[in-house]
């Protein structure tokens, strides 16, 4: 099977609260990680990336934890707004599997009134 | 404006039937994919060509053959298609080769019935 999958499948979170979507991948090869945002009808879009030898990225609103040592990424949406509402995925880039991405399976984030 | 566009969007056809979905992408980049998003959201890779090369070819049925005239271009033809079939195809493209982020189409909705 994938070596990437995520904890949650669905996530509910208060519009304004802070929003966290785990991923959890199995290669300690990947050396590569992105976080891609999919609207419905629309196909997936760039957020972040972070390569294996940071720990910590940031961008607008966004930020990507990766833990190398229990092999743990997440994605942290400050101020979830009701634009945030989509299926979220992680992908790995596996250097010896011909460098292609290989994405897990989505969570879907619900975001309430 | 828009920088990876495949049509159509929606393809409804019959059993056995063959059909085309195009792409193209005018961000000149030397990369372009085929990616196959069932109902359960899951995406998986299926063909990858770097400035009209075939690259990466997933085990798929050889029903699928992807076609690249050009960079620009990949378009993707099926032949006798079958009911297992029904799924969104992406198009995608990307800068630098594999590993790095990837720029989406909109996705064709292909219905068999």
């Known amino acids: 099977g994938e070596s990437v999958g995520l904890h949650l499948p669905t996530l509910s979170v208060q519009e304004g609260d802070n929003s966290i979507i785990n991923c959890a991948y199995s290669n300690s090869a990947s050396d590569y990680f992105i976080w891609y945002k999919q609207e419905s009808g629309k196909g997936p879009q760039f957020i972040i990336d972070?390569?294996?030898?940071?720990d910590k990225r940031q961008g607008q609103r966004v930020t990507v934890l990766l833990n190398k040592t229990v092999k743990h990424l997440s994605l942290q949406i400050a101020a979830t707004q009701p634009g945030d509402s989509a299926v979220y995925f992680c992908a790995e880039n596996i250097l010896n599997r011909d460098d292609k991405i290989i994405f897990g399976k989505g969570t879907r984030l619900h975001i309430l009134p | 404006d828009t920088a990876v566009s495949q049509t159509p969007k929606y393809l409804v056809t019959q059993m056995g039937n063959d059909k085309s979905i195009k792409c193209e992408q005018n961000?000149?980049?030397?990369?372009m994919y085929w990616y196959k998003q069932d109902s359960k959201k899951f995406l998986k890779i299926m063909f990858s060509?770097?400035?009209?090369?075939?690259?990466i070819n997933e085990t798929v049925p050889n029903r699928f053959s992807p076609k690249s005239p050009d960079k620009a271009h990949l378009n993707l033809h099926i032949n006798s298609l079958e009911l297992g079939d029904s799924a969104v195809y992406f198009c995608?493209?990307?800068?630098?080769?594999?590993?790095?982020?990837?720029?989406f189409g909109s996705g064709t909705q292909l219905s068999v019935l």
């Open positions: 972070i390569r294996s030898n940071m």
């Open positions: 060509y770097n400035n009209k090369e075939l690259i």
């Open positions: 995608a493209s990307s800068d630098l080769g594999f590993g790095e982020k990837l720029f």
């Open positions: 961000l000149g980049h030397d990369t």
